[in-house]
Structure formats: C-alpha cells, structure tokens
C-alpha cells in the first residue's frame, strides 16, 4: 500500500528504545483526546484516550502525557519494536452537545524503527 | 465481532462524474462519521450522521452528502467529482456518549482516484 507519511516530520529509532512523539492541539475546549496509529494502506487504529481531567494515562507499553497549560500532547512508546513503524496522529474532540462530536486531527509524525 | 468494514476498496472516476461510497458501522454502534484524508495528512472531518439524521457538518461543500439507514449503515455521495477529490475516505463508527467521549473507530478506507 502506499505511505500515508509522505511530507510527514519523521522521528526515526532504534528497535528497543523508548519513541516520544509530539502533538499540540488547538482548542482549549477540547476536553478529550485520542491517539491513533496509521499504518500505510490502513484505516487510524486507536491506541489510547485521555480525558482533560487527567495528565497521564499509561496502557500497554504507551504513555499520554497531557499538558493543558500549553496545549500540549506526547506519546510514548516503550522498547520500540518494528511493528510500531506508523504514522502516529493526536485528535482531540470538539463536543457540540447531544450526540455530536468530531475529531480534529492532527499533523502526524512518521515513526520509522531501525532493526 | 466485526469491526468497521467499507466497500469498495478502491475507486476510479472520472471528472463530473458521481460516486457513492458505503459503510457499516462496528457491531452495537450508532454514530458514523465520514472523514477524506489527503495523501500525507491527516483526516479531515466531512458529517457524522445519528438517528439517521446529519447532526454536525465540517467544511466541505454540497456536493457532499450522505445518509444512515434504519440498521445504522451509511452511505457517503459525492457528486460532480472534481481532481481534488481524489483521496482516502474513511467511516468511524462509535456509539454515542452523553458527554461527547465516545471514542470513534475507523474503517480501512475507500481509495478514490479521479481522472
């Protein structure tokens, strides 16, 4: 399939070493976030939320860290494997009440794991 | 259980021309959301339908519309197909949330090409 990653920032890595991905986002509303992983042909696969009220959230080998003050998102990945090789995107979520909401997303960054 | 499937994987019109692209949502979700994500970026919010109804809209023209039947499936039609719509087309289903956190699952995509 063909790269969702192209003109993407690109974080490259060693397998076996913790990846940092960055994201900032935009509305000071947004009171919950998601990170996703888009593998190139692939639909976004979530890999984990957080909510406003919280600043860090851990899962399996991943890390949210959440920082309202600047608007700020990281993502963690532990002991990174090959099969973490994606494009990695932030969204936070607009809520207009009722049953409506939409993500925005963000930039995404290209993480490119060296053997 | 059956995640979020799309048909049909690819796609190739020509100019003027007018597609329609499907959706079934996740098992027990209610919520579908389309998205068009252009080659190297990230996706970008288009309607989400509930209750068979467009309940929130992003910035995309007329053009665009959809529809969900009675069995929470959707459909999203483009029509008079412009060059600048060839993308990804992606459905995310969720079952809504009284505080807008449902999380959104996404489909692998329709790749469509216009000529």
């Known amino acids: 399939g063909e790269s969702v990653g192209l003109h993407l920032p690109t974080l490259s890595v060693q397998e076996g070493d913790n990846s940092i991905i960055n994201c900032a986002y935009s509305?000071?509303?947004?009171?919950?976030f998601i990170w996703y992983k888009q593998e190139s042909g692939k639909g976004p696969q979530f890999i984990i939320d957080i909510r406003s009220n919280m600043d860090k959230r851990q899962g399996q080998r991943v890390t949210v860290l959440l920082n309202k003050t600047v608007k700020h998102l990281s993502l963690q990945i532990a002991a990174t494997q090959p099969g973490d090789s994606a494009v990695y995107f932030c969204a936070e979520i607009l809520y207009y009440g009722g049953a409506t909401n939409k993500l925005i997303f963000g930039t995404g960054t290209l993480l490119a794991v060296q053997p | 259980d059956a995640g979020v499937t799309q048909s049909p994987t690819h796609l190739i019109k020509t100019r003027g021309q007018q597609v329609t692209l499907r959706c079934s949502p996740k098992s027990g979700h209610d919520t579908v959301s389309w998205y068009q994500q252009a080659l190297g970026q990230g996706p970008q919010f288009i309607f989400q339908y509930y209750e068979e109804e467009e309940r929130q809209r992003g910035n995309f023209p007329d053009r665009f519309s959809g529809h969900q039947f009675p069995n929470y499936s959707s459909e999203l039609n483009v029509n008079a197909l412009l060059l600048g719509d060839s993308a990804l087309y992606l459905c995310?289903?969720?079952?809504?949330?009284?505080?807008?956190?449902?999380?959104?699952?996404f489909g692998p995509g329709t790749r469509l090409t216009v000529l």
């Open positions: 509305n000071s509303a947004s009171d919950y």
């Open positions: 995310a289903s969720s079952l809504v949330a009284t505080d807008g956190t449902d999380t959104q699952y």
